[in-house]
């Protein structure tokens, strides 16, 4: 069993900046895949960002140039640097682990984020 945790949502107007963290917690089996998502009510979970146990990261369209990934395997956590926030960002942050080898995958409960115009 694998748990994660996401933290640092919160109300930031445009073009401010904030740092989500998942910290991962349980029987974490590497390799695995790391991902960033993010929800608003009526809509599917949106990809945002990929992290693969190389230092491999891929962004949306969506964030490209603005979010930034990064993953610390000795502390168990992985952050999303998000800069000039915009209203259209505000949603539900989501962290998603796989494993390569088990397949299985873990979400967390979400962190609202929530940008003002």
């Known amino acids: 069993q694998v748990q994660l945790v996401e933290s640092g949502g919160g109300l930031v107007q445009a073009g401010g900046s904030l740092r989500l963290s998942c910290a991962a917690s349980g029987n974490i089996f590497r390799p695995n895949i790391m991902n960033w998502y993010r929800q608003t009510p009526g809509n599917q979970r949106e990809l945002l960002a990929t992290?693969?146990?190389?230092?491999?990261?891929d962004y949306s369209d969506s964030v490209q140039g603005r979010f930034t990934v990064s993953r610390d395997d000795v502390k168990n956590m992985m952050f999303l640097q998000m800069n000039n926030l915009k209203p259209e960002d505000t949603a539900v942050y989501y962290c998603?682990?796989?494993?390569?080898?088990?397949?299985?995958?873990?979400w967390g409960p979400g962190t609202q984020v929530t940008v003002s115009s």
């Open positions: 992290m693969t146990s190389g230092g491999v990261a």
């Open positions: 998603r682990m796989r494993g390569y080898i088990t397949g299985n995958e873990y």
